[in-house]
């Protein structure tokens, strides 16, 4: 590997690290989006709700003042008695079987199985790039480009996921939620997905063969080599 790629390469692994620090936060947070329930009465409790790829936590906040957005829930970051528990998938009991009805369990089993490939992309990218370090093994270069890129594009389709079961929430008459946003969890999947695809981008653009510098120089200018 030239001098050039390598500088370039280590800049590229940078953003890289961002990439997989945002995945890997939006992967083991529960704060993709938050849910709220409608409010009839002031001085009263309400319960809201985040959730994220493998559990939902409720939160009992206690109203004293009507939210000027609308009637809902919350802020989250209110204080009050939290309870998280995990997706029936994980879980087991007649409790699971109410998470089983407002979390949709098919969208979040496939969410966060298509992270969990996202996951493996990236670490064979990472591994790539590695080892592209080595003599002679700059090519390794390609397929760390191709693994990031698909890394991006898993976690961009988990988000597409994400969103189509909170709306599937928001929308049944078996769930009380009526409002909804996506929070900081959230966010990071959307991050890293740039990031990630920028890099795997830049990885594939760096190990492009190289371009003669002159429009004359070409591989019929190069010396026959002589037999001994």
């Known amino acids: 590997m030239f001098e050039e790629q390598v500088t370039k390469v280590k800049i590229t692994s940078v953003v890289i690290v961002f990439g997989m620090s945002a995945m890997l936060a939006a992967v083991v947070t529960d704060h993709w989006a938050v849910l709220s329930p409608r409010v009839e009465k002031l001085n009263a409790t309400c319960e809201a709700a985040h ?29 009050g008695a939290k309870n998280c528990s995990y997706f ?4 087991s009991g007649e ?12 969208y979040n089993i496939s969410a966060a199985a298509i992270a969990i490939f996202s996951l493996f ?18 090519y390794l270069l390609r397929p760390a480009g191709m693994f990031f890129a ?14 189509q079961s909170v709306k599937r929430m ?3 008459d078996e769930t009380i939620w009526i409002e909804y946003y996506y929070s900081w969890s959230f966010t990071c999947a959307c991050a890293s997905f740039t990031l990630l695809i920028l890099s795997g981008a830049a990885l594939l653009l760096i190990s492009m063969p190289h371009m003669p510098r002159n429009p004359w120089e070409t591989c019929m200018d190069a010396e026959p080599d002589t037999l001994d």
């Open 51 to 79: 959730f994220g790829l493998w559990r939902l936590c409720k939160k009992t906040i206690f109203i004293v003042k009507e939210d000027p957005q609308g009637k809902g829930c919350g802020p989250i970051s209110l204080p």
């Open 88 to 91: 029936k998938h994980f879980t």
């Open 95 to 106: 409790e699971a079987e109410v998470f089983e009805v407002k979390t949709q369990k098919e």
């Open 121 to 138: 992309f990236m670490i064979l990218g990472t591994l790539c790039v590695i080892f592209s370090f080595g003599k002679g093994r700059d």
């Open 150 to 163: 698909f890394a991006g594009l898993c976690i961009i389709i988990s988000v597409e996921v994400m969103r």
């Open 170 to 172: 928001i929308d049944s």
